[in-house]
């Protein structure tokens, strides 16, 4: 069982930033790969970002590719999205999830979710 905590949502205007982070419970962090994901009202589930369990490889969405940075500290056992130059389209609540996988951006291949932090930007 792993339990996933996301922090660092907020209202900012566009262009601005916002770290992302998400602490994960137990000690088998490592043994997951994690991703992020989000959802704006009326909207489905949408992929943001994902990396695999060393944090040697990462995948974004088309959408916030150059934009955004996803990164982990498995001594920490968190895993991190910086997010720059935000546009008011990056509005949506931000999940992490957790899978027993390589990495992936279907949202059904994951196995344990957070929460999610809201992200609000303004233009």
């Known amino acids: 069982q792993v339990q996933l905590v996301e922090s660092g949502g907020g209202l900012v205007q566009a262009g601005g930033s916002l770290r992302l982070s998400c602490a994960a419970s137990?000690?088998?962090?490592?043994?997951?790969?994690m991703g992020w994901f989000r959802q704006a009202p009326g909207k489905e589930r949408e992929f943001v970002a994902a990396?695999?369990?060393?944090?040697?490889?990462?995948y974004y969405a088309d959408s916030v590719k150059g934009r955004f940075t996803i990164s982990r500290d498995n001594a920490k056992n968190t895993v991190y999205l910086q997010m720059n130059s935000l546009k008011p389209e990056d509005t949506a609540v931000y999940y992490c999830?957790?899978?027993?996988?390589?990495?992936?951006?279907?949202?059904?291949?994951?196995?344990?979710w957070g929460q999610g932090t809201q992200v609000t930007v303004s233009s």
């Open positions: 999830a957790a899978q027993s996988g390589y990495g992936s951006r279907w949202y059904w291949e994951y196995d344990y």
């Open positions: 137990g000690r088998t962090f490592s043994s997951y790969a």
């Open positions: 990396i695999n369990r060393s944090g040697g490889s990462t």
